[in-house]
């Protein structure tokens, strides 16, 4: 194990959790569809998008929605290597999101001077993220890790740990998360389904958003994220 490490600015990572109460987890197959498609989340009510590495197009996305979307906070997902780290940022990514951490991927991270979310699944993965100062994770895969029983479970003995929880959340379950005193945000994709994505729908995807934007009243009555 590495020493510890400086903390990152907690205001910025506290910005990206705090943002709104559902980051979309977005797919984007055409770099076309990138700009558009945040538009309507925007007006939707979800500012903080999750553009995900796992198609070609993804970093002419990101790119794509950070010239022209500047209401959207748009962030890179699925970022695992250092290199990748240094092509989101340029691209113009705001945040950072991993399923996983290694000490070299943390460090790229940090240094890359963009909030970022490292993914965890276990307690002790949530431990040694802590002791290298980091506080704001990911909980990653979400309902196969444990769900809403493991994190609250987590919140006795590690409550200066927040979570992203990400992974097989859908709008019913949601609610249950962001209930949670350790919950700040949930990822998820619920409000970008591919066939309305594919079909330019962007009204159905705006009233989805609008949906999952609304779960925000949920986190505020539990009073666990101001």
Request: some cysteine.
């Amino acid at each position: 194990m590495t020493s510890a490490l400086p903390s990152p600015s907690p205001a910025s990572v506290l910005g990206l959790v705090d943002r709104a109460p559902v980051v979309p987890v977005v797919v984007v197959s055409d770099a076309a569809a990138a700009v558009p498609l945040a538009r309507a989340l925007v007006a939707g009510g979800l500012p903080a998008i999750e553009v995900t590495l796992r198609t070609p197009a993804a970093l002419e996305a990101i790119r794509a929605i950070a010239a022209e979307v500047p209401q959207a906070m748009v962030g890179a997902g699925t970022v695992i290597t250092p290199e990748q780290v240094g092509a989101c940022a340029a691209a113009g990514a705001r945040f950072l999101v991993s399923p996983g951490w290694t000490d070299t991927l943390l460090e790229a991270m940090r240094g890359s001077g963009v909030p970022f979310l490292p993914g965890v699944s276990t307690a002790s993965e949530v431990v040694a993220l802590l002791e290298r100062g980091v506080r704001e994770m990911k909980f990653f895969p979400a309902r196969a890790a444990g769900g809403t029983a493991y994190l609250e479970s987590l919140s006795g003995p590690l409550p200066q740990a927040r979570f992203c929880p990400t992974g097989g959340i859908g709008p019913a379950s949601a609610p249950e998360y962001l209930a949670l005193p350790n919950v700040g945000c949930v990822g998820g994709s619920w409000m970008v389904p591919a066939d309305a994505v594919a079909a330019g729908d962007w009204a159905r995807i705006e009233e989805l958003a609008r949906g999952a934007a609304r779960l925000g009243g949920v986190r505020d009555a539990g009073g666990t994220c101001r």
